[in-house]
């Protein structure tokens, strides 16, 4: 694996190359991404490619990647700029490209302003809050998690993150009802350490969140567009926005093995069931060849 730094006029960007450029096989480079995920959670499944040349990166503001433009908010435009710049540097597009959660947010961004950037996406699971049903009351369930955080630091924050999104079906009032869930249930601290910084937990990543797909330009781009929902995924919001955003765009999602972090092998302390993943999305891209 070979790390590099690609410097923009924003953010100086640091990417992870695992194989040769241009690849070996004479496809284009897998490109893997996630938000506020950096490159650290796609250990396992680029291990899980070893005849490919995987490339993952830190978006700006995160792990590595050092911003230079005075901001702390991210927004899915701003890393689709990033990706182009990236992809451009690499010199093997169209690449093909796996994006996860908020990830696969910036990937329709990219896919829409840049549309010969990608052969193929495989967006999963992106946490669009404007395509589902109950877009208000999803939007009120959010700004709970950043209360929660604001008041009481980053245990409460999780724990209202945590109920979020493994409820079940659309926001109601019993949702609201209830209390946020005590930290210690799921073996968090309490002890708030003063910090108010998280781009999970605060406000910093809405605009990621709020993002609004544009079917039509969507449409028009001769990328394959693939929109995954984990199997356990059925549901909750992940899986809900999922759906939805598979059927804004004329089609059905493809169920993938897991849930949200299904391919994450012990990454940040959690385990889905990265080998059935990483099969399913080897049989997903080479339908495309």
């Given at each position: 694996?070979?790390?590099?730094?690609?410097?923009?006029?924003?953010?100086?960007?640091?990417?992870?190359?695992?194989?040769?450029?241009?690849?070996?096989?004479?496809?284009?480079?897998?490109?893997?991404?996630?938000?506020?995920?950096?490159?650290?959670?796609?250990?396992?499944?680029?291990?899980?490619?070893?005849?490919?040349?995987?490339?993952?990166?830190?978006?700006?503001?995160?792990?590595?990647?050092?911003?230079?433009?005075?901001?702390?908010?991210?927004?899915?435009?701003?890393?689709?700029?990033?990706?182009?710049?990236?992809?451009?540097?690499?010199?093997?597009?169209?690449?093909?490209?796996?994006?996860?959660?908020?990830?696969?947010?910036?990937?329709?961004?990219?896919?829409?302003?840049?549309?010969?950037?990608?052969?193929?996406?495989?967006?999963?699971?992106?946490?669009?809050?404007?395509?589902?049903?109950?877009?208000?009351?999803?939007?009120?369930?959010?700004?709970?998690?950043?209360?929660?955080?604001?008041?009481?630091?980053?245990?409460?924050?999780?724990?209202?993150?945590?109920?979020?999104?493994?409820?079940?079906?659309?926001?109601?009032?019993?949702?609201?009802?209830?209390?946020?869930?005590?930290?210690?249930?799921?073996?968090?601290?309490?002890?708030?350490?003063?910090?108010?910084?998280?781009?999970?937990?605060?406000?910093?990543?809405?605009?990621?969140?709020?993002?609004r797909p544009e079917a039509a330009a969507l449409?028009?781009?001769?990328?394959?567009?693939?929109?995954?929902?984990?199997?356990?995924?059925?549901?909750?919001?992940?899986?809900?926005?999922?759906?939805?955003?598979?059927?804004?765009?004329?089609?059905?999602?493809?169920?993938?093995?897991?849930?949200?972090?299904?391919?994450?092998?012990?990454?940040?302390?959690?385990?889905?069931?990265?080998?059935?993943?990483?099969?399913?999305?080897?049989?997903?891209?080479?339908?495309?060849?």
């Open positions: 694996m070979e790390t590099q730094t690609l410097q923009t006029p924003g953010a100086d960007l640091v990417y992870d190359v695992r194989g040769p450029l241009p690849p070996a096989d004479g496809r284009p480079p897998l490109v893997m991404i996630g938000h506020p995920m950096d490159a650290a959670g796609f250990a396992t499944l680029a291990a899980l490619f070893p005849e490919r040349t995987v490339v993952t990166y830190d978006p700006r503001g995160l792990g590595r990647s050092v911003r230079k433009d005075g901001r702390d908010d991210h927004a899915a435009d701003i890393q689709a700029a990033d990706l182009h710049a990236l992809i451009e540097a690499l010199g093997a597009g169209p690449i093909e490209m796996f994006a996860s959660s908020g990830g696969a947010v910036t990937a329709l961004a990219l896919v829409t302003a840049h549309p010969g950037d990608v052969a193929t996406l495989v967006a999963h699971e992106p946490p669009l809050l404007s395509v589902v049903p109950d877009a208000e009351a999803a939007e009120r369930a959010r700004a709970g998690i950043r209360d929660a955080y604001q008041a009481k630091g980053w245990g409460a924050g999780m724990a209202a993150f945590i109920a979020m999104t493994s409820w079940r079906g659309e926001f109601t009032e019993e949702y609201f009802a209830q209390p946020v869930p005590d930290p210690a249930a799921f073996g968090m601290p309490a002890e708030d350490d003063g910090s108010r910084d998280d781009p999970l937990l605060s406000d910093r990543s809405w605009a990621v969140s709020g993002y449409a028009a781009a001769p990328t394959r567009i693939v929109i995954a929902v984990g199997e356990e995924s059925d549901g909750v919001f992940t899986g809900r926005s999922a759906v939805a955003t598979a059927e804004l765009l004329g089609r059905r999602a493809t169920v993938f093995p897991s849930h949200h972090g299904g391919f994450l092998g012990g990454e940040f302390g959690q385990t889905g069931k990265p080998e059935e993943f990483a099969r399913k999305l080897h049989e997903v891209l080479d339908t495309a060849r």
